[in-house]
Antibody, heavy 116, light 108 residues
Framework: EVQLLDSGGGLAQPGGSLRLSCAASGFTFNSYAMSWVRQAPGKGLEWVSS????????YYADSVKGRFTISRDNSKNTLSLQMNSLRAEDTAVYYC?????????WGQGTLVTVSS | EIVMTQSPATLSVSPGERATLSCRAS??????LAWYQQKPGQAPRLLIY???TRATGIPARFSGSGSGTEFTLTISSLQSEDFAVYYCQQYNDWPPLTFGQGTRLEIK
């Protein structure tokens, strides 16, 4: 069974940083692209970033480009999202998701709140 | 960027009846269209991909159709557990991957 466990969310100040992690199990992690999708409170879904299976290709939404960095450690079956220069509008539940294109499986989400 | 537009925003249907949800793309996405279901406090769940292929474990009462710019998700006989928010998403031309704004399916 595919399991994705998101962690690392919390309260950050505007301009601050947070690092999210996603621990994957139940599938061959290094064979699949991975993604992050977020959802602001009471709002819809927004794609944030994706990374290829090898980690050699990365893609970002314009809203986070230059501030967020997606990475993966295939030896530890872990996906990460380093978030810098956080803004109030980054406040959301962040989900990791298996694959890019369509999202086959989702983590439970981790809440990031950006506020002073 | 491809803009996805869902209609209606809210759909009220009685249990046992059929629900039809629509999704329109601002340009052709071929059949590279997915549907997700999201219940309160839960992560989204993939229902349909390739516009019409049910994901693993999805009941047969869920069906998807369409190609190009017009898509439909049909739930043939609504069960109590089907009342949720539904999102469409295109993956034909990206980045960015884009979602519709969602349709809330509520009990009439």
């Amino acid at each position: 069974e595919v399991q994705l466990l998101d962690s690392g969310g919390g309260l950050a100040q505007p301009g601050g940083s947070l690092r999210l992690s996603c621990a994957a199990s139940g599938f061959t992690f290094n064979s699949y692209a991975m993604s992050w999708v977020r959802q602001a409170p009471g709002k819809g879904l927004e794609w944030v970033s994706s990374i290829s299976a090898s980690g050699g290709s990365t893609y970002y939404a314009d809203s986070v480009k230059g501030r967020f960095t997606i990475s993966r450690d295939n030896s530890k079956n872990t996906l990460s999202l380093q978030m810098n220069s956080l803004r109030a509008e980054d406040t959301a539940v962040y989900y990791c998701a298996k694959e890019w294109g369509r999202f086959d499986n989702w983590g439970q989400g981790t809440l990031v709140t950006v506020s002073s | 960027e491809i803009v996805m537009t869902q209609s209606p925003a809210t759909l009220s249907v009685s249990p046992g009846e059929r629900a039809t949800l629509s999704c329109r793309a601002s340009q052709s996405v071929s059949s590279n269209l997915a549907w997700y279901q999201q219940k309160p406090g839960q992560a989204p769940r993939l229902l349909i991909y390739g516009a019409s292929t049910r994901a693993t474990g999805i009941p047969a009462r869920f069906s998807g159709s369409g190609s190009g710019t017009e898509f439909t998700l049909t739930i043939s006989s609504l069960q109590s557990e089907d009342f949720a928010v539904y999102y469409c998403q295109q993956y034909n031309d990206w980045p960015p991957l884009t979602f519709g704004q969602g349709t809330r399916l509520e009990i009439k």
